[in-house]
C-alpha cells in the first residue's frame, strides 16, 4: 500500500522559514518524480515544486529563489524548504508522487493528506 505523509507545516511570519517533509512507502522511491503542490482557499491547487528521480528540479515563478526542493532516495523523502514566506505561500500543502510505465504509458499517481501552511504575523 502507497502512503506519502506529509509534515513539518505550521504557522511562520512573514520573511520566516519553513520544511516540509514527506516521508514516502510502498513504492520504488527512486523511480517517481516528486512534486509539491499547493491549494489555497477558493483556488485551484497549482503545482509549486517538482524534482525527477535524477534531481532535475523545476519550480512556479512565485517561489523561484525562495523554495528549494530536494530528495533522499535512501530516506524515501522528499524536502521542501521554505524562506522568505509571504502570506500568499499561505494554503494546505500536499505532496504527489507520480511516474508513467508502459506502452501506452499508465500513469502512477499518489498524493498525501496535506500539510497546513500559514503565514501571518
Known amino acids: 500500500q502507497v502512503q506519502l505523509v506529509e509534515s513539518g507545516g505550521g504557522l511562520a511570519q512573514p520573511g520566516g522559514s519553513l520544511r516540509l517533509s514527506c516521508a514516502a512507502s510502498?513504492?520504488?522511491?527512486?523511480?517517481?518524480?516528486m512534486g509539491w503542490y499547493r491549494q489555497a482557499p477558493g483556488k485551484q491547487r497549482e503545482l509549486v515544486a517538482v524534482?525527477?528521480?535524477?534531481?532535475?528540479?523545476n519550480y512556479v515563478d512565485s517561489v523561484k529563489g525562495r523554495f528549494t526542493i530536494s530528495r533522499d532516495n535512501a530516506k524515501n523523502t522528499v524536502y521542501l524548504q521554505m524562506n522568505s514566506l509571504k502570506p500568499e505561500d499561505t494554503a494546505v500543502y500536499y505532496c504527489?508522487?507520480?511516474?508513467?510505465?508502459?506502452?501506452?504509458?499508465?500513469?502512477?499517481?499518489?498524493w498525501g493528506q496535506g500539510t497546513q501552511v500559514t503565514v501571518s504575523s
Open positions: 510502498g513504492v520504488t522511491f527512486s523511480n517517481y518524480a
Open positions: 524534482i525527477t528521480g535524477g534531481g532535475s528540479t
Open positions: 504527489n508522487a507520480e511516474k508513467f510505465l508502459g506502452v501506452p504509458p499508465r500513469q502512477y499517481d499518489y
